[in-house]
């Protein structure tokens, strides 16, 4: 499913990036569901995604707390 690196880096990133600061990654267009799942098993609370010029989903952006 191509997440493996996502799924690392979510579950990484409070120890990578100081509280307060927000963590962009590029995701293919057909990841959006499994990411929020990702996100919210780790306690992601804020976070959204953003889409490219084609209008298709290709950045999540995700605030450390």
């Known amino acids: 499913d ?18 307060g600061g927000f963590v962009i990654l590029e995701i293919n267009y057909n990841q959006e569901d499994p990411i929020i799942s990702l996100l919210l098993k780790e306690k992601f609370t804020y976070f959204l995604f953003e889409k490219d010029i084609f209008e298709q989903t290709r950045f999540v952006i995700f605030y450390i707390n």
């Open 2 to 19: 191509g997440l493996d690196l996502i799924k690392s880096i979510i579950q990484s990133s409070r120890h990578l990036v100081k509280p």
